[in-house]
């Protein structure tokens, strides 16, 4: 079956250094994979996602590439904010050929980010 | 307003006790979804339903039962609560093509 697996947490960084959470994945088929980030108190939200191999997927300075060769999808950040303190996860979805959606979503077990001023 | 809403968002409750989760959108979507999360495990799927006459098992449906009342409805019940079902729960909903899932803000669920 499908899994995820994520970086061991919790990851400690100070404003401005550099992020890296390690994502790697097993999947048959046609996986998109993704990344949502959840604040305090709050639901999940889609940070990026990426439907093909060698995709980049980005958004508020985040970014992931889609690395079919090594099954993984590391998000990474140049410089973190103290905004950024979340939990991130990452997420697959089951596809069939031409992208068509299955619908389900298997997560890994979430990072929490904690960012010091 | 929010596009998925779930309520309540906190209940305590004894052992033995049936509940009801419920979530609303407004999204207009087809597909709905329960997960529940736990410290360390991520999400896991309870059920989910792609339209209102199709419901399917997700990876931990023992101990839970669904209803699919309408397009914009879909209800979790825990039958029988016990403490191992302490949990946040989560409503989502996609449109099936898209992948994107849109989540509601959880219901934290203590069973004493």
């Known amino acids: 079956g499908n899994s995820v697996t994520q970086m061991e947490g919790p990851v400690t960084l100070s404003e401005e250094a550099f992020l890296t959470i390690n994502c790697t994945y097993t999947?048959?088929?046609?996986?998109?994979l993704f990344w949502y980030v959840q604040y305090p108190g709050e639901g999940l939200q889609l940070l990026l996602k990426?439907?093909?191999?060698?995709d980049k997927g980005s958004n508020k300075g985040f970014e992931a590439t889609y690395r079919k060769e090594t099954t993984s999808f590391h998000l990474e950040k140049g410089s973190v904010q103290v905004s950024d303190s979340a939990v991130y996860f990452c997420?697959?979805?089951?596809?069939?050929?031409?992208?068509?959606?299955?619908?389900?979503?298997?997560f890994g077990q979430g990072t929490i980010l904690t960012v010091h001023p | 307003d929010a596009d998925v809403t779930q309520t309540p968002r906190n209940r305590i409750t004894k052992t033995g006790k049936r509940i009801m989760l419920e979530c609303s959108q407004t999204?207009?979507?087809?597909?709905m979804y329960w997960y529940r999360q736990d410290p360390g495990l991520g999400l896991q799927l309870i059920y989910y339903?792609?339209?209102?006459?199709?419901?399917n098992k997700g990876e931990i449906s023992d101990g839970y039962s669904v209803s699919r009342q309408a397009q914009a409805k879909f209800s979790l019940s825990l039958e029988s609560a016990i403490p191992n079902q302490t949990a946040l729960y989560f409503c989502?909903?996609?449109?099936?093509?898209?992948?994107?899932?849109?989540f509601g803000p959880g219901t934290r669920l203590t069973v004493l």
């Open positions: 999204k207009g979507h087809d597909r």
């Open positions: 999947a048959t088929g046609y996986p998109s």
């Open positions: 989502a909903t996609s449109e099936g093509y898209l992948n994107k899932q849109f």
């Open positions: 990426a439907t093909k191999a060698d």
């Open positions: 339903s792609f339209d209102v006459k199709d419901i």
């Open positions: 997420a697959l979805s089951d596809n069939g050929p031409g992208g068509t959606s299955y619908g389900k979503l298997t």
